[in-house]
């Protein structure tokens, strides 16, 4: 994990961060490239680069399209192989962000975006800019561009003043979405938050039973993602090997510690190598595989 910058000014109604971590801030460029290069000189052969809000680097520096210039000046690092942007805000996924993943041969293809919620009257009310509008024409515009891209997301159900029809519109848009992989969480009215004040807190059975419907419905959409990997070819990084053969490792669709992973039977390779893989079935949320 590579961290690119500390603290948020987005002001989300629900959000400690600003008060706990402080501001946004840049960290420089150069020294983000100093700890790169660190990196993948002791070994590291992916890095993450994370952040409160990745997509806001650079503009506390006053630099325009700051985080994709820095992804070109990564690129060359010789032995980096995989650079993978989570945390990306919605609105600060730009043009030049999408056209530099695009030319990259080391930016894969996935993009961690916390949307929270796809109702306009909730979005309002967490002090979010987006809108379900807007999230539409952004997941248009990165399929168009990037046709192999995975998609993943974060929401949050139960929210204060959150309706019936509110939380159905967040249902429908995450069927219109098919996002590859999501994490979703009841509301937790955090102590000092504007939020915690807002009239129609909502029961924590009515929170929870609209979790497990999110949810259920997320599982088919993934599942189903993964049954249409059945019979394609992968390059998975290998993390971990037991002695008889048997590999755990991602493709780049699946981010550590957080998404599913590749099963690989008859593996050879070392933790940290890559390997080609036929996918040939699922388990859950796993993909099982056979290395080539």
Known sequence: YLRISEGCSRG???CTIPAIRGPFR????ELVLDEARELVSSGAVELNLIGQDTTMYGRDLKRKDALASLLRELEPIRDLVWIRLLYAYPTGITDALIETIA???????????PIQHASDRVLKAMRRP????GLRRLIEKLRSALPDIVLRTTLIVGFPGETTEDFNELLTFVAWAQFDAMGAFTYFPEAGTPAAELPGQIADDVKQSRLDELMRAQQEIAFAHNRRRIGSRLTCLVDSLDPGGLGLGRFYGQAPEIDGICVIGGCSAAPGQFVDVNVTGTRDYDLLAEQI
């Open 12 to 14: 989300c109604s629900f």
């Open 103 to 113: 030319a990259s041969e080391k930016v894969v293809r996935y993009l961690d975006i």
């Open 26 to 29: 840049s960290k420089p460029p």
């Open 130 to 133: 987006d809108t379900a509008a």
